[in-house]
């Protein structure tokens, strides 16, 4: 499986201040605390066996908040999204069975509500869709990431990740000048104060890629 597989590189930081407690806490707080968290592991945090830990215990953090909030689609896309990132680490062995997982949690997120986050739950799938290899290997399918991402953009068509991801896609499938065009309107994004890790850690990974679209 190819080592670019991943939503971080697909999705969506440290917490400012303390997690709010159960039961005080609404459901955007505890969704923005494992968003939080997701983006600190991914962008801050060293060492791989130090981030396996934390994105395991970080799964089980998103599916209590999925069991609290049934048939709520933001839970079940950031869960979709950890679990990604758990495949993205995993061994060659594992990496399949996680994607696919991934895949089937982010599809309920999607057919909940696919304008869920600006088209997260489409944008999510998508990355799965065209960083997995296809049949017979894996799931991977070209034309449904494109699908995928054609409707989070036309929902977010000014979003750093719907760009960046986009911008990803057309590299991956080679057309280096119209991926450049995306990845600098993803440069373009208002930054986002709320979540500053994730903003500053995708910016870094968009200038990456459009050294190699030059």
């Known amino acids: 499986m190819k080592q670019r597989f991943t939503l971080a590189a697909a999705i969506a930081l440290v917490l400012a201040s303390a997690t709010p407690s159960i039961a005080s ?13 997701w983006a600190h592991i991914a962008y801050e945090m060293k060492g791989s066996s130090h981030q396996t830990v934390a994105l395991d215990k970080l799964e089980k953090q ?22 990604s990132e758990q495949a993205n ?13 991934a895949r089937n949690i982010l599809a309920k997120a999607y057919s ?5 986050a600006n088209g997260g739950a489409a944008m999510s799938l998508a990355v799965l869709y065209y960083k997995v290899p296809g049949s017979p290997i894996g799931f991977g399918d070209k034309d449904k990431a494109r699908r995928l991402l054609k409707e989070a953009l036309a929902l ?21 000048a119209a991926a450049r065009s995306y990845l600098l309107k993803a ?10 890790v994730w903003d500053a850690g995708r910016r870094r990974e968009v200038r990456a890629l459009l050294a190699k679209a030059d």
């Open 187 to 196: 440069l373009k994004a208002p930054h986002d104060p709320d979540r500053p």
């Open 156 to 176: 977010d068509p000014n979003g750093l990740d719907t760009n960046y991801f986009y911008g990803d896609f057309l590299l991956d499938q080679g057309d280096k």
């Open 89 to 101: 680490r995993a061994n060659f062995f594992h990496k399949l069975g996680l994607a696919k997982e």
């Open 25 to 37: 806490a609404t459901m955007a707080d505890e969704v923005k605390a494992v968003n939080d968290n």
């Open 62 to 83: 998103a599916a209590a908040l999925v069991a609290r909030y049934p048939n709520k689609a933001e839970p079940l896309l950031w869960q979709g999204i950890v679990v």
């Open 112 to 116: 909940i509500d696919p304008h869920a």
